[in-house]
């Protein structure tokens, strides 16, 4: 049984930071791509960042800059760091991780049950 679990979250200023990490359990196979996205209140999950098994990463628009992530894939987690994070950055971020098969190449992706991070002004 695959699960992801979340750590990391919290309540911070603006302007501050938080590292987020994200380790799989269960995880029988390899991992394709890693992510973090984020659902604030009343708005749709986003794709805040992801990571390719070599190390490419992807960003949001609205976190370049701001956001790195990456992977350790000998312990099978990802991580955010958010630096000079802005009280829009509030929302719950969800790990998650799309693991390849044999019979599914193209993976089964896999989620973390969500970390709440808050950000005040």
């Known amino acids: 049984q695959v699960q992801l679990v979340e750590s990391g979250g919290g309540l911070v200023q603006a302007g501050g930071s938080l590292r987020l990490s994200c380790a799989a359990s269960?995880?029988?196979?390899?991992?394709?791509?890693m992510g973090w996205y984020r659902q604030a209140p009343g708005k749709q999950r986003e794709l805040v960042a992801s990571?390719?098994?070599?190390?490419?990463?992807n960003y949001a628009d609205s976190v370049k800059g701001r956001f790195t992530i990456s992977r350790d894939n000998a312990k099978n987690a990802v991580y955010l760091q958010m630096n000079s994070l802005k009280p829009e950055d509030t929302a719950v971020y969800y790990c998650?991780?799309?693991?390849?098969?044999?019979?599914?190449?193209?993976?089964?992706?896999?989620w973390g049950e969500g970390t709440l991070v808050t950000v005040s002004s």
């Open positions: 998650s991780a799309n693991i390849r098969y044999l019979l599914r190449p193209n993976g089964i992706d896999y």
């Open positions: 990571i390719t098994e070599g190390g490419s990463a």
């Open positions: 269960g995880v029988t196979s390899a991992i394709n791509n």
